[in-house]
């Protein structure tokens, strides 16, 4: 967006009106006020609504806040209709209740009802996803397209959307991470930004057995855990998907690393659990993981995750680069191979840090079996041209290194 941003022009209005309601728009304080003034009479529940609604005993704020936010998930869905003024202005809370669906701005403002219920203060949070533009602090403005919750907690602050059907309070969607949003309150709205998920939040941990034979066939199990982010992208997916789809979707990850993978047995674990990690139980085995030259099996163990990356130059690369959210891939393999082969060599271990992102590789055994562990971080999602020939150099050396081939010998 900041590419073509540098083609736009944009107007900064002193005062506005959006059906028949009135704003000032010359400073993010008066958007706050604004837009304060449409939402304050719509918290309102009428106690019968919600006498029946019993949560169990917490033993913390958290516990209740999760509790609440998990009640609008299960009770409401997410109908986008905006008409007149109702673009900006959400239904009342009791509109929800009494309807269970709504667009951000109705289930945000049915959260934050509930949550007053409890003791608990929130605020709405105007936003304009990363997808749809950026928003700039020196040109206040209404350019906002969705609306989540915020939710201070002394020295924390979570923040939610309740349209994300795999949300939880702990998470962000990526098109809400590392956005300025404005807060607002009832007379001290401000911009800030949403935070962006480390790399710690989305994992992919594999756990491989390989059993190789000499002719390089190899007999693969084990199993592929997501964690954070990773795990709900994939399970909003594998939900959507028939069986055949599910396992041409798993024969694919392997395609770079192990060609020619064939699947036979499939598990998925926790497909309907979204505060667990998503697990991938598999059974497999790939006809030519090895290649045989002479008395010599040469084969990679950089698997299931390709490590390869084949951006531009940058002597051609002309904007910056998205490069994901940020992520961390590992991989532990043990390789078995026949008695009657030696190990001539392993690759050497290998480990490099940079602002991008950092690898690092390490393999052990010998008599019959060998260790591989490999693991890849990205720590930014968002690279600058001007740092693009740092970053290529980075990822062409993960690339050199996650190629690397051991060898087995036939005395």
């Keep these: 967006s900041d590419v073509f941003d540098k083609y ?18 010359s400073s993010w304080e008066g958007i706050g006020d604004f837009y304060w003034s449409l ?26 806040i999760a509790q609440i936010y998990n009640y609008v998930q299960e009770k409401t869905r997410y109908v986008a209709i905006s008409m007149g003024i109702h673009g900006w202005k959400p239904h009342t809370s009791q509109w929800v209740c009494d309807n269970n669906y709504g ?26 996803t990363e997808p ?25 602050t979570l923040w939610v959307d309740c349209t994300y059907d795999e949300g939880t309070i702990n998470y962000l969607p990526p098109a809400d991470q590392g956005c300025n949003v404005l807060v607002v309150d009832e007379a001290n709205s401000f911009l800030t930004k949403t935070p962006i ?12 057995s390989v059993i190789l034979n000499s002719s390089g066939l190899a ?71 090895g290649s045989v030259s002479g008395n010599r099996l040469f084969t990679n163990l950089s698997f299931p995750s390709y490590m390869g990356w ?44 940079t602002p991008f992102g950092s690898y690092q590789s390490s393999y052990s055994g010998n008599a019959g079996k060998i260790e591989a562990n490999w693991r890849f971080e990205d720590y930014i999602s968002r690279i ?14 993960v690339k050199k290194a996650s190629a690397s081939q051991l060898v087995l010998t036939k005395p």
Excluded: W
């Design 8 to 25: 736009r022009v944009y107007f900064v209005a002193d005062q506005f009106e959006l059906d028949g309601y009135a704003g000032r728009g």
């Design 103 to 128: 667009d951000c701005k109705d289930l945000s403002t049915f959260f934050i009802a509930l949550l007053a219920r409890h003791g608990i203060k929130a605020n709405p949070v105007l936003i304009l």
């Design 310 to 353: 084949n951006g531009e130059h940058p002597s051609r690369r002309t904007m910056p680069i998205f490069a994901g959210s940020p992520s961390t891939y590992a991989s532990g393999i043990t390789l078995v191979f026949p008695d009657n082969f030696a190990v001539e060599a392993l690759p050497k271990d290998f480990f490099i840090e």
């Design 39 to 64: 939402t304050k009479d719509q918290f309102h529940l009428d106690t019968a609504s919600v006498r029946d609604l019993k949560f169990d005993a917490c033993e913390s704020k958290r516990d209740t």
């Design 132 to 156: 749809a533009g950026k928003i700039y602090p020196e040109l206040p403005g209404i350019r906002f397209n969705h609306l989540i919750t915020c939710i201070p907690l002394g020295e924390d």
């Design 197 to 208: 998920l480390s790399s710690n939040d989305n994992q992919t941990i594999s756990h491989i």
């Design 219 to 289: 007999l693969l199990s084990g199993e592929i855990k997501y964690i954070g982010s990773a795990s709900r992208r994939l399970r909003e997916i594998f939900k959507s998907q028939t069986e055949k789809e599910q396992r041409e979707l798993i024969v694919s990850m392997f395609r770079e690393s192990a060609p020619g993978f064939e699947l036979e047995e499939i598990t998925l674990l926790n497909l309907d659990l979204k505060n667990e990690p998503l697990i991938v139980q598999l059974e497999g085995k790939v006809p030519h993981l």
């Design 384 to 397: 600058p041209l001007e740092d693009y020939p740092a970053f290529y150099q980075f990822r062409q050396s």
